[in-house]
């Protein structure tokens, strides 16, 4: 099967920086798709960024200027870079994923477990 793996969580400053990192392992042979999502306590899941192989990227609009989503292929990890970060940016971070398992074009849908990000005013 498909794991996925986010790392690159923490606490940091207001005005710093973190970078996200989001790793498949198991049956991968690619990514397709890849979303951050963002989670605050009482808070809906919101979309944060994504990318679609072959290099679409959407960046929502209450982060933009700030984060940037780019991906490894060779590594198969999908990075989100963070920057000038706010207290409100507070939240535990998800990567939602669509993988191509093999060349018969079975694919894998999931998330990952999620990881803890903090700024601290």
């Known amino acids: 099967q498909v794991q996925l793996v986010e790392s690159g969580g923490g606490l940091v400053q207001s005005g710093g920086s973190l970078r996200l990192s989001c790793a498949a392992s198991?049956?991968?042979?690619?990514?397709?798709?890849v979303d951050w999502y963002r989670q605050a306590p009482g808070r809906q899941r919101e979309l944060v960024a994504g990318?679609?192989?072959?290099?679409?990227?959407n960046v929502s609009d209450f982060v933009k200027g700030r984060f940037t989503i780019s991906a490894d292929n060779a590594k198969n990890t999908v990075y989100l870079q963070m920057k000038s970060l706010k207290p409100e940016d507070s939240a535990v971070y998800y990567c939602?994923?669509?993988?191509?398992?093999?060349?018969?074009?079975?694919?894998?849908w999931g998330w990952g477990q999620g990881t803890q990000v903090t700024v601290s005013s």
């Open positions: 198991g049956s991968v042979l690619r990514f397709n798709t």
């Open positions: 990318i679609i192989r072959g290099g679409d990227i």
């Open positions: 939602n994923a669509e993988v191509l398992m093999d060349s018969m074009g079975g694919t894998w």
